[in-house]
Each structure stands twice: as C-alpha cells, then as structure tokens.
C-alpha cells in the first residue's frame, strides 16, 4: 500500500516518505523515553489529528500513539523493510505448506474511505499480506482477490464463485485454503461451501474481522495467522470459521461452518457455536483440538463437488399478527422452498397453516426451525406442531435456521426431484444436524451473571 | 380437577377414587420401606402403565414413582384435602397482599389431550390452584381464566384484552398481577404489556412453563410461587417475566419484559435477558434485587393507559439471496411499519434498497435491528447502512427486534402522524432501548466453555 492512501497526512506523512517508510515496514519510534516497536499500519483518519501513528505490536494488538513534534522530526526509524514484489514470499520455504488467501470483500480486507468516512472493501491481497508479514513464518501464502464485496451483499451465486475459487486452489496443490470474508454473512457462506465442498481433503477456514486493520484494536492480524496456522497445520478437512474467542487477545476459536452465528454486533467474540462446541483453540501458535469426531486431511480424497444454489428459497420469521400474504405471495411467485423460523418447539399461528398447506400442496418444500436458535424443533409435543407435521412440514430438529436455509437452496439445486431434496434436508451431511444431542449441552448464558 | 381426567387409571384409579383423594391432596406413600410424601398431581398417560404416580415434593420438584400391587392397595393415605370451592381462599388473611393470577393458556395450564397426545391449555384457574395449595401462603389469590390460547396463537387484539383484564384487576385492589402466558410469544406480549400499561403502580408478572404440570420435572409449580411471592412482595411496578434461572429448581430469575427473549426451545431456563441484566433473582421466599433503577410500588400512580396495537406491521429478517418482492408486497398490501432483522450493524442486501426507499416514501415507517442479537445497530460505520439512514431507515439501536415490532405496532395505533410514531420509536419509554450501554456488558456463552 502506497503512504498517500494510508491516511498519514502533515509532517508525519513527510518524514515517513522520507525515510522511505511504507506500510508493513517494521519501525522504532522514542518517545517520552519510551520506545515502540511494530510494524507500521494505515490509519483511519477520522477524528484523529495528523500526528497519530497506528503500528501493530509484536503481540498483534494494534496501539496508536500521539507522537509530539520532536518524536515526529528524529525519533522515528525503520529497522526491517517487509516489502515484496508480488502477493508471495520470493522464496518459498520448503519445510512450510501451501495455503491460499482467497479475499472476497468485508472489513477483514477493509480500510476507510475518507472521503465519505465509511469503510469499503479495498485492500488488495498485497496489502493484506504486507500488514501481516508474520504469515510467511507459518505457510507459503497464494494470495488473491477474487471479489471485494461488503458481505450483506454476497448472493447464492457467489458461494458458487468462492466455491469453486476454492476448489481451483485445492486442486492446484493448496494444504488449506483461507477465505477473508465479511462477518456479517460469514455463517451462511460457511453453511454454503459446507454443503458446497463436501468429502474436503484439506481444510477450508473462513476468517473475518469486526475492526478494520487501520484502526487500533484491530482483529484481522491475529484472526488471518490463526487461520493461515489452522489451514496449514491442523488435521482436519472441514469448512470452519475462525475468529476471537474473547474480546481480548487471548484466544481464537475455530467453529464448525454450519453451527455458528454471528451473535453479538460489534464484539471481537461475536461468533458462537450454536448447538455445538467449537472444533479448536488456538493460543499463541498452539492449536487444541476440542471436540471429536472430525473429518481428518487426505490430500487423495477427493471432493464431491456440488456448488449450485436455488435461489427461489426464503425465510420467514413468525411472529404475532403475522399474516397469510406473505406466503401467499411466495406461492405465486414460483418459489420451491421455504424456511419458517417458527416460535417454541417448531410452531406458527393458525392463521397461516391453510397457506402453508397450499404452499406443499404445490410442491414447494416447507421445513420449520426455531427463533429459540438453541435447542431443536420437536412437533410432536403440541397440537399446532402436530397439525404442521400431518400437512407435511419437516422438522428441522437442532439445525439453525440460516443453515436450514442454505441447505435447502443447495438441496433443490442439486436434485431433480423435491422429494429427494426433503430427504437429503434431514440427513446429516456435515455435522449441521444432530439427532441425539441432549439439551443440557448448549445454552447460552449472558454477561457476567 | 376430577379424577376421571386426570390421566389416572386401573387399580391406581380405583383405589384414589376409594379413598376420596383428589388432584391436589398431599397424601403418603409407603413402598419397600421407603415414605413419599406430596401433592398429587395430573398424570401424562403418554408411555406410562397404569401403577405410576405422579407427587409433587416439598421441594416442588415432581417425582414419578411406579407402585407395586401391594402399595397401591394398603399403602397410600390423606394427610392433608386440599380442596377449596372457589378460586380463592375461604378466608382472606388480613396480613397479606392481594393477587390476581390471570390464565391465558398455555404449557402452565395445559394438560395432555389423552385422545391426541398432545398437550392442550385446559386446566381451569381452579385446578391452576388446586395443584400448588402453597399459593396461599403468599398472598390472598384471585384466580381467572381470561382466554385458554396456547401462545404461537396469541394475537396484537389478545395483547390489548390481556393489557384490560389486567387494569380491572389493579383497579379493584390488585397489589400484583400474575400472568400465566405459553412461552412461545411470552416476551412478545411482556413487550406488548410493558407499552400499553406504562406509568403501572403495581408489578405485572408473566409467568410460563416449558413442561406442564402432569409431567415430572414441571417447572410450573415453582414458576408460579415464584411470580405471585414477587406479586405480592417485590418493591417494583414494571412488567416482568419471570421463569426458571437455571436448569435445576435451584433459583429464578424476573427479566425486564422489552429485554428477554426465549432462547431454548426446551429448556427450563430457556429465557435470558438480552442487552440487559435480570432484575431479581428469587430462591425460595428470598427476592434479590439485581438491578437499578427500577419503576418502584406507588399505589397512587395513574396508569398510562394505551392498548391499541396496529396490526399492518411486518418483522422481516434478511438473507443471501432475498427479494424485494416481499418488501414490494407489503407495500400494496397497504403496510404500516416494516421492522427489519438485518445483519450486523444494521444491513441489508443492496437489491432491497430501492423497495425499503419506496415503502419510506409511500409512508410507511421502516426501521433497522439486528439478527445478531446481541449488541446494538450502527448504521453509521458502513456503506449499507449509511445509505439506508440516507433514505429514512430508523435505526433501533439496542432495541430486540421483537420488542421494536411491539414497539411499532403501539406506537403506529396511538400516534395520528407516523412522524410522532418515529419518534417514539426511538425514545426510551419502559427500559427497552438504551442508548449508552456498552459492548463489553452483555454476550452470549454457549455450553460448557
């Protein structure tokens, strides 16, 4: 990344482009007689003056420091250059693994626009990689970009495109690939290549950042190592999410791609198994496996791919006063299948069972999950549930309802039959529904109590 | 409740109908040495021989217990009839607070359907307190039926009848209302009642239970204890749900009614606050308060009554490949509000932008929460949602989405112009929206990590 795009301005700017200082470089500044070490980090330049320098510290943790003028004017100065010619090392290390960076777009690969002071998706895949030069110690990195695209605006098509991106780098020698992501729909895009790259022989992680790298406290150097780590080193061949499992620096999580969910706004820690552990810790360059059993790496297995999704699916959450037109009209529209977020155990009002009796009758495919989110739907235990089930609704027992979602669009894409895609609904394909698993594992507790 | 209904049956019926034990009696057992002694409850008849008891200890949990021949025939005596004529105590006790339980249906006053299975609301307010005689300990009791409605079915006009029968009470000397609510809509309709009778000079109680009380392992004995001790006793005049805190009978917790949610489907401790704390936590006759401030007890406080609730309003959640022709619907269809489930801070897919735009500009009032759940809608920090403030999207900040549906539907019914509607929206009338809260406070732990 050039320093006139980096969000330095005034004297600081000057004198970085004087000493020939680019972003990644690592540099020492003394100031007050302290003396800071890290690698030097665009910055965003909203309501910080031109004196305000961003670096990244060797524990990962971005600080930004108000440097006084004679700080600015002697005390800075380079003491490595991390800059490369092209998205990989020169020279690769033959003791290390392949593994492939896909970006596609969200504030992982974000920096501010300065001019409207919103953030939009533009670091290039040499950016990425020259803010994190770490990553050469764990794999050899194939880095590119192959969307740039604000999550909430991903569709069905581009799980195809990344799919398939995916498999292009598995196939051409990859030991894991690593996808950046936006967190907003980071859960469905797991879901999607889950179903999408099943009988993976090398894992596939999904990573993403709640705070863009230019800002202090920034998430996406330790979540992209942690991944690029994941990816190169764990025996598994599964599609994960990798993010914080704390909001402070302390560890990683790695979930299993259909069972988690984007559970809190804002916080680093926002990404939570649901129904289900987490697969791993990563602590410092330590990787713990959790939970059992997982597909484990075969680099002779290989894939079956089926990356299409059907687009005619929705979802529809219920709620009191909710009204029959909505399905209705989903009828009309030539829809094939569709998702309710039902209260309880699985339950609509009456009010719109006639609709959804029409809507099977009509061959769409109607599966019904929980706005509980923890837990699993069971219809047999009311009389609303039941009646459901007689017009022939699925249950979804404890899948989630975006995972439900996802499913069915790839199930009706890749069957010529609906009745084959209700039955592929229910069959546990990769580890996104369980049929045994007790209520007392999974509840989730909130804030300090 | 009558014997003959009560799932019993064989020679276990004969003998209670013998000695003239009904529903609600404490009486002893005495089988292979061992003495139970408790209330005797409904029975399911689903999977269980005809020698099977069903007793409520002292410690309110149920115990099932399988009689042998012997102890059916010599072993079982009264200790203690429980039986009153009407739903309230014959005689008032001049020392304690009077309490109104209203029973609107659901799983706390359902009993099974022994032709279907299912579990149906039917217990009157009599059986209600026939099978928790401890009720009378803690306050004078005025039991009601006022609609048998399990909750998927409850509806904005129940809200308003609920939010009625609840006033009469109150003007009639109520010092604490409970009311017996499903837990599938339960937070909807704390929500509803939260809005329509704010300014309250009493507490309001919802109270539901995730297993009725023919079941062993019922929480409905202790739940309802629980509600009408906090009725009668806590020094608070908000609206509260109050259910099980932990799995076990150890404790419960009273949650603000505009910040809970039902979070397991089948869970005793299925509700948790979101974005905020519970506000007492009750073991035994003790009530803790966890939570300030709080609305206190004035019994001269005028209630601000306003029941109406607009029915022409839509919860829409977001998803990879959703539509404008829901959005588009709704418009011609002649909506009010749209209250959107978007993704992270605030999102939506592009490609709906242009139907939101239009239902703004045809008047109908469109805010933004967050599928995430947990944490607070910021439509300032990207492009998405810089964009849909542009055009007029108000943005919910902590608000559950649930509760901005309430929120919307009431304000949209006592409000002429949808502009006074708007602001309302946003303004913190009963602790529903917090505008200062901070991130670090509230977020969901899954499981045993």
């Known amino acids: 990344m050039s320093l006139d795009d980096s969000g330095y301005s005034g004297t600081l700017l000057e004198k970085l482009s004087l000493l020939k200082i680019k972003i990644g470089d690592t540099i020492k500044i003394t100031q007050g007689g302290t003396e800071y070490t890290g690698v030097l980090m665009p910055r965003s330049q909203i ?5 305000h320098i961003v670096i990244k510290l060797k524990s990962g943790y971005n600080i930004g420091i108000r440097l006084d003028e004679d700080a600015i004017l002697h005390h800075i100065q380079t003491t490595k250059r991390n800059h490369r010619k ?29 001019q409207t002071g919103a953030v939009n998706p533009a670091l290039t ?102 991944a690029v780590n994941l990816a190169a080193k764990a025996d598994v061949a599964e599609v994960l999410i990798l993010m914080h499992a704390e909001t402070s620096d302390s560890f990683l999580y790695a979930h299993r791609g259909t069972r988690v969910r984007k559970l809190h706004t804002s916080r680093r820690d926002a990404f939570q198994s649901v129904n289900d552990y987490p697969l791993f810790r990563i602590e410092s360059d330590t990787i713990d496996e959790l939970h059992t059993p997982l597909l484990r790496r075969d680099k002779d297995r290989k894939i079956a791919l089926k990356t299409k999704f059907e687009e005619k699916v929705a979802l529809l959450k219920t709620y009191p006063g909710i009204e029959p037109l909505l399905i209705e009209h989903l009828i009309d529209s030539g829809y094939r299948g569709l998702i309710i977020e039902g209260t309880g155990l699985g339950h609509t009002p009456d009010c719109i069972q006639s609709s959804i009796k029409r809507a099977i009758d009509s061959g769409i495919v109607v599966a019904m999950t929980s706005q509980c989110l923890f837990g699993r739907t069971d219809m047999n235990v009311y009389r609303s549930g039941v009646e459901l089930l007689e017009i022939g609704v699925i249950s979804c027992e404890d899948m989630l309802p975006e995972t439900a979602l996802v499913k069915l669009m790839w199930a009706l894409a890749n069957t010529k039959d609906p009745e084959d895609a209700k039955n592929l609904l229910l069959q546990p394909l990769v580890g996104e529904i369980d049929l045994r698993s007790e209520e007392s594992e999974y509840v989730p507790r909130t804030g300090r109590f």
């Open 125 to 226: 895949a040499q950016d990425l990689y020259d803010t994190v030069p770490e990553l050469q110690n764990y794999a050899n990195i194939q880095a590119k970009v192959i969307m740039s695209i604000l999550s909430e605006n991903i569709r069905p098509t581009d799980w195809t495109k990344i799919a398939q991106k995916v498999v292009s780098e598995i196939k051409t020698g990859s030991d894991g690939v690593v996808v950046a992501h936006g967190t907003d729909t980071l859960g469905f895009t797991a879901a999607a290549l889950s179903f999408a790259l099943q009988n993976l022989p090398v894992p596939v992680i999904l990573v993403g950042s709640q705070r863009s790298s230019d800002r202090p406290s920034s998430d996406s150097a330790m979540n992209l190592i942690g």
């Open 86 to 114: 092209s998205s990989s090392p020169e020279v690769e290390r033959a003791n290390l693994q392949k593994v492939s960076i896909l970006s596609t777009g969200g504030t992982i690969a974000s920096k501010v626009d300065y």
């Open 47 to 51: 309501g910080a003056d031109s004196a």
